[in-house]
């Protein structure tokens, strides 16, 4: 049976974060600080330099035909566009920000311009995802094959995680806010980007050394 994401996050969380953010273990300890991060006032409502280089600490490159179109190109324009309307303090799972993320939503707009298959304006739905969650960490997951495996690659994941996020008042964002003060973070690394970290290190050699379409763990984690 699927375990619930908050009793993963209070069972193996602050061991699973810790040895994250041990000096040295993984370059992805350096996604969201990076240059002052993907939000800071100077870039956040537009793709930057910064942001093509900081994703590639989580193993991903944005093609440098597509990096060019985002940096001065209609498809950053369009972006931004996208990202004027996000607020920089939205929260996944907090009041008003499901919207956000629904079909048809600012943050959705923005994920299915990047996620096409034109090769100078698309990266895929991995990448489009990392990009967005270095623009808006508090609400966009980092979200890749070895988290998606955990819950049976569902759709609207957003929206899943959103209700997740809210339901029983707050008990997940609440259990992942204290995996982050019991490691000593404090908002160096997003709740969002805790639980990624956890699910991730859980699931990743194992992930790894079996074919995703068979591997034993895969729908392991309910959603």
């Known amino acids: 049976m699927p375990e619930k994401l908050v009793d993963i996050v209070r069972r193996e969380g602050v061991g699973h974060l810790g040895a994250y953010f ?15 991060g993907g939000d800071r006032v100077e870039t956040r409502d537009r793709i930057s ?13 944005v093609p440098f035909a597509v990096g060019k179109e985002l940096l001065d190109g209609q498809l950053g ?13 939205a929260e996944l799972g907090t009041r008003g920000t499901r919207e956000l993320v629904a079909d048809g939503g600012h943050a959705d707009q923005a994920w299915h ?22 623009k808006r960490p508090k609400l966009i997951p980092v ?21 997740q996020l809210a339901a029983n008042n707050g008990e997940l964002l609440a259990a992942l806010a204290g995996v982050r003060e019991a490691v ?27 074919k ?12």
């Open 22 to 36: 041990t000096p040295g273990a993984y370059t992805g300890q350096w996604f969201e600080t990076f240059a002052g």
């Open 49 to 61: 330099v910064d942001d093509l280089y900081a994703v590639e600490a989580l193993n991903v490159q």
């Open 77 to 89: 324009r369009d972006i931004s566009a996208r990202l004027r309307e996000i607020p920089t303090d």
């Open 113 to 134: 311009l990047l996620n096409n298959r034109n090769e100078k304006t698309g990266i895929g739905w991995v990448i489009a995802g990392k990009l967005l969650a270095r």
């Open 143 to 163: 979200y890749d094959s070895i988290v998606s495996c955990q819950f049976g690659a569902p759709k609207h994941v957003w929206l899943k995680l959103h209700d």
């Open 184 to 210: 000593a973070m404090g908002d160096r690394v997003s709740i969002l980007r805790v639980l990624d970290i956890v699910l991730w290190r859980r699931h990743v050699k194992e992930h790894r050394r079996d």
């Open 212 to 223: 995703p379409t068979r591997c034993p763990q895969r729908g392991c984690v309910a959603l």
